[in-house]
């Protein structure tokens, strides 16, 4: 099992640019949870999706950010023109159906806009 | 709304001593508990649980954690801490049962140093 895979790992983007991040879950596990990590502070949770559906997009700024979760393929989060701001770890995590168990955690992709 | 409080941005402990990492959580009815490790440029790693059951949970690396309902507390302990042990440390709830919706929240972390 290989665990939750994100790539790229690093990514650079000038401002104006569109940036993909792509996440493939650990195998059997629907639940997909992006989570973005500013410098000198926590985890804030962006986005839940289960296949095809979107649950839970309160963190997800309204404008230029959006996700999915295709029945095919990994997970994508796309920033639309990114700016500055958007720089930081995004970090993808998968759930399985089992009661009781935590998040599995991909290594991260650091974004850094110039 | 369910939240998680650390309350100390960075603990310093000196290798050989017991350490503790403080978390409070509030959530509506029974919690999920977790603590996480996050090493530098790296992801994060699962250390230890609480579901239900015995208040005190051993993980992973020698570490535990009690869970304390009626102070709504779940600090994580390890009684002789190890320079690799430096790292940073998330403290994680989600709500019981997950009626199909499982958003955990994480606090804001610890930075823990170990000192030679």
């Known amino acids: 099992n290989a665990g939750v895979m994100q790539n790229p790992r690093h990514l650079v983007r000038r401002r104006g640019q569109e940036a993909r991040l792509r996440c493939s879950p650990m195998?059997?596990?629907?639940?997909v949870y992006w989570y973005r990590q500013l410098p000198e502070e926590g985890l804030k949770f962006m986005v839940y999706?289960?296949?095809?559906?979107?649950?839970?997009e309160s963190g997800m700024p309204k404008e230029r950010f959006s996700a999915e979760f295709p029945k095919e393929g990994p997970s994508i989060l796309r920033i639309q023109q990114v700016v500055r701001g958007d720089s930081a770890a995004y970090f993808c995590?998968?759930?399985?159906?089992?009661?009781?168990?935590?998040?599995?955690f991909g290594s991260g992709t650091r974004l850094t806009v110039v | 709304a369910q939240s998680v409080a650390q309350p100390e941005d960075q603990v310093n402990v000196a290798e050989g001593n017991p350490l503790t990492v403080k978390c409070t959580y509030s959530v509506s009815g029974n919690p999920y508990l977790f603590w996480y490790v996050q090493y530098p440029n790296r992801g994060l790693q699962f250390l230890l649980k609480?579901?239900?059951?015995?208040?005190l949970v051993k993980g992973s690396y020698g570490f535990e954690a009690e869970f304390n309902k009626s102070q709504t507390s779940f600090h994580l302990k390890k009684p002789s801490a190890l320079v690799s042990d430096s790292a940073l440390y998330f403290c994680?709830?989600?709500?019981?049962?997950?009626?199909?919706?499982?958003?955990?929240?994480f606090g804001t972390g610890t930075k823990l140093q170990v000192i030679p």
């Open positions: 609480y579901i239900t059951g015995d208040n």
């Open positions: 994680a709830v989600r709500a019981v049962p997950p009626g199909g919706y499982q958003k955990v929240t």
């Open positions: 999706l289960q296949k095809e559906n979107i649950i839970d």
């Open positions: 195998k059997g596990h629907s639940h």
């Open positions: 995590a998968s759930l399985s159906d089992r009661e009781g168990y935590g998040y599995t």
